[in-house]
């Protein structure tokens, strides 16, 4: 059974800094792109940052500059590095990959969530 497992998400003052990080877990051959959502109470979930298996990212309009998505390789694990955080960025955070979990077979994968708070 592959899981992705989120931490890193709190409580941050504006301008502040975290760090998420997303990693799965169990038996698979690889993963594809992953990739960073987030959902504000009332919002739809959004993207906010997705990275290739080879290192291509792409950004939300409203996160470029201050986000930055990075993977060590091609297995594992995913982070996302916010900086210059705003009260707007405020959401919960949920990690998303493409996995193959066989030769023949992907599956799309998603994390269960990690809060972040902007807020003085």
């Known amino acids: 059974q592959v899981q992705l497992v989120e931490s890193g998400g709190g409580l941050v003052q504006p301008g502040g800094s975290l760090r998420l990080s997303c990693a799965a877990s169990?038996?698979?051959?690889?993963?594809?792109?992953m990739g960073w959502y987030r959902q504000a109470p009332g919002k739809q979930r959004e993207l906010v940052a997705t990275?290739?298996?080879?290192?291509?990212?792409n950004y939300a309009d409203s996160v470029k500059g201050r986000f930055t998505i990075s993977r060590d390789n091609a297995k594992n694990p995913v982070y996302l590095q916010m900086n210059s955080l705003k009260p707007e960025d405020t959401a919960v955070y949920y990690c998303?990959?493409?996995?193959?979990?066989?030769?023949?077979?992907?599956?799309?994968?998603w994390g269960q969530g990690t809060q972040v708070t902007v807020s003085s």
């Open positions: 169990g038996s698979f051959f690889s993963i594809n792109g």
């Open positions: 998303n990959a493409n996995i193959w979990i066989s030769y023949y077979k992907s599956v799309e994968y």
């Open positions: 990275i290739t298996s080879g290192g291509s990212t």
